[in-house]
């Protein structure tokens, strides 16, 4: 009786040396972002059970910390690269999910105690011979995790071409695809999806130390501590070491998590100034070249849409009854699915097939063309059907076939007819073309995106992005008016 | 020599003629009449076969359409005939997107394959025959009533027709134009052009007719 009220008393008094913020304890939730897609072994989805929720060893840990911190822990699911962002705008409380304390991301939150210890694992391609390391890589292209450590590495190595993914799975995915020759990772990741990636070759040692850790809100130095203690304990008492081991993730190295020059390391962020210098023409030049690419893969996609577009308007008046079928169908899919799912089908669905492997830009395009394309051919069908019958009849008359008085007759007045939506249809296709971004095409939006998340300045950056694409619409729109303009004075 | 041997068209049950035989003889001006309705416009989209003839032949020698030939077969036939035959329609017909050299010009250069500078120099030629020597730059948004249907004469003789069929080529003009357009049609009548002519305008018909057609 005695000893269970000594290990009551002893419970209140561990609870009680672990002081939460009293805005936490009223809130009664602490909730914690991380990014599920690709996540293993931090956050992830179990193929084997997915309804089950996330597994993985950060899950452990965020139920250890809510058990000693007395709340509850609720996770929140943002994309890896904004997490920084999402936690500043207040949709999560912490974020926790293999972050690592990079310059960019000190000046803008605060970080706990380093929870964990690790290193860089270079992985090439099977064909890939004779690499030993980074250096050997160089006129390569190697893909990386955007925003992670291993993209601040790479980018360290300037002979290297670095392609930034989304997440690490689809990074590999392109070194097995051979669109890169190989890929640079956090270790505990490159070690958990080598079981879906067993033609992948770890080359070299592990190198490089870094430390995933726990970040909060600026002005949050409470919460940060109360963190700090949580996983001063969790290393003391073993239970770390437990959850790592489960995972195999514990390496030598971890031992170290609690000396104090580790435990400190981040400890003098305590004045968490503005943004991180940034060298604005260096920043202006990247934003300009990103909105070239963006203007040069929309007027190409956009060429090729009108010009598929018109055949299948066409193929659905005058084609053959199977044909009429198949433009309808075309149509129909194209517009009835979103331009996201296509493009990644085109891109990492085509490219597990042999032959079929597009690169990332003509990925792109093809896939805003063909999209596009069935809303062309929308447009030019109502146009075709707008003409007059009897201006066919006079052409039939003439002694024109079919096919000239389309080409000659039709088809012309149809396109004057259709250059209005046509234009509005090209600057809506401008501004989607940054979907391409999800298949690491670094464009304009994604250009200011990167930028934006290494310096923090948002709006700014965000102004000037806005700026660049409406000094290439606003002028586009305004050609086309003075055209549409130049034709009505002729021929209304 | 088009002729048409017991030709028959109907619209549903309403049989609009039957067993109708006609002839257009080179350098004569054949001229339709009838109230609205009796199938004269019909009768005469019939002869370059913008309509189909339900029974009965049509012949422009050496081409031969019978009625009920397979839809292949029949576009070759009547694009053939179509190229040997020029239409002119009481709305004109222009086409917008081009001016009016490049009206006249499309049918030689596409279906005959004459090289521009011919084209063009023969097209100018025509619009001189039709009053409209000056407008070869305009568009057909700013030309008259009149001037619309002199240029689409000037377009229908351009690939030099055997025949020129004209459908009420003046029943959507004011006065002015309408004599303007029947000086043009006397004088290719007095060149010794064939004519075949709709109009329900029963004294143009009657002072144009070396041939009249009455429908019932």
Known sequence: ?492 | MIELRGVGKRFGDRVLFEGLDLDLVPGKTTVIMGRSGSGKSTLLRLINQLERHDTGTVRLSPIEIPAGLPHGEWVRQATALRRRTGMVFQGFQLFPHLCVLDNVTLAPRTVQGVARAVAEQKARALLELVGMGEAVDRFPARLSGGEAQRVAIARALATEPEVLLLDEPTSALDPASTASVVAVIQDLKQRGFTLAMVTHDPELGQSLADHLVELK
């Open chain 1, 1 to 492: 009786m005695l000893r269970l009220l000594a290990c009551l008393l002893f419970a209140a008094a561990a609870i009680a040396q672990l002081p939460l913020p009293q805005r936490y304890r009223d809130a009664g939730v602490l909730r914690w972002g991380s990014d599920a897609e690709g996540g293993a072994p931090f956050v992830f989805l179990d193929s084997a059970h997915p309804d089950r929720g996330e597994i993985g060893f950060e899950v452990d840990l965020a139920h250890e910390l809510g058990r000693l911190l007395g709340i509850e822990m609720r996770r929140v699911q943002a994309p890896f690269g904004n997490l920084v962002q999402v936690l500043q705008r207040g949709d999560c409380d912490l974020a926790m999910n293999g972050l690592e304390p990079t310059q960019s991301r000190r000046s803008q939150v605060r970080f706990t105690r380093p929870y964990y210890i690790f290193q860089q694992q270079l992985s090439v391609g099977p064909g890939i011979t004779g690499v030993r390391g980074l250096d050997d890589l160089d006129g390569k292209r190697v893909g990386v995790l955007g925003e992670s450590q291993s993209h601040k590495l790479l980018l360290e190595h300037p002979g290297i071409e670095t392609v930034v993914y989304e997440s690490n799975v689809t990074a590999y995915e392109d070194v097995i695809n051979g669109r890169t020759a190989g890929s640079l990772a956090d270790l505990p990741i490159a070690r958990a999806l080598r079981p879906m990636f067993p033609q992948l070759v770890d080359v070299g040692e592990p190198f490089g130390e870094d430390y995933y850790c726990i970040a909060v809100r600026a002005g949050e130095a409470d919460l940060q501590q109360a963190l700090d203690a949580a996983l001063g304990v969790l290393f003391g008492n073993g239970t770390l070491e437990r959850i790592y081991r489960k995972w195999d993730l514990w390496v030598p190295a971890e031992a170290r998590l609690g000396e104090d020059s580790i435990a400190q390391r981040f400890a003098n962020d305590a004045v968490v100034g503005g943004a991180g210098d940034m060298d604005w023409g260096e920043a202006l030049v990247m934003l300009g070249r990103g909105a070239l690419r963006t203007m040069g893969i929309s007027v190409v996609s956009f060429v090729l849409a009108v010009l598929l577009g018109l055949v299948v308007a066409l193929v659905r008046l005058h084609g053959p009854r199977p044909l009429r079928w198949c433009a309808v169908a075309y149509v129909e899919l194209l517009r009835g699915t979103p331009i996201l799912v296509q493009m990644l089908l085109l891109y990492y669905g085509l490219g597990q097939i042999e032959g079929l492997r597009l690169d990332a830009v003509t990925a792109g395009i093809l896939g805003l063309s063909l999209n596009y394309a069935a809303y062309e051919a929308e447009v030019y069908r109502g146009a075709l059907s707008a003409i007059p019958r009897a201006q066919r009849e006079a052409a039939s008359a003439l002694g024109l076939t079919t096919a000239q008085s389309l080409r000659f007759v039709i088809v012309p007045q149809a396109l004057r007819l259709s250059l209005a939506p046509s234009t509005n249809d090209f600057i809506a296709l401008f501004k989607d073309s940054s979907i391409v971004m999800v298949i690491t095409v670094v464009e304009l939006t994604k250009q200011y995106q990167m930028l934006a998340n290494a310096s923090g300045r948002f709006i700014v950056l965000g102004l000037v992005t806005s700026g660049l694409y409406l000094a290439m619409s606003l002028p586009l729109a305004y050609l086309a008016r003075r055209f549409e303009r130049r034709l009505d004075r002729d021929h209304a």
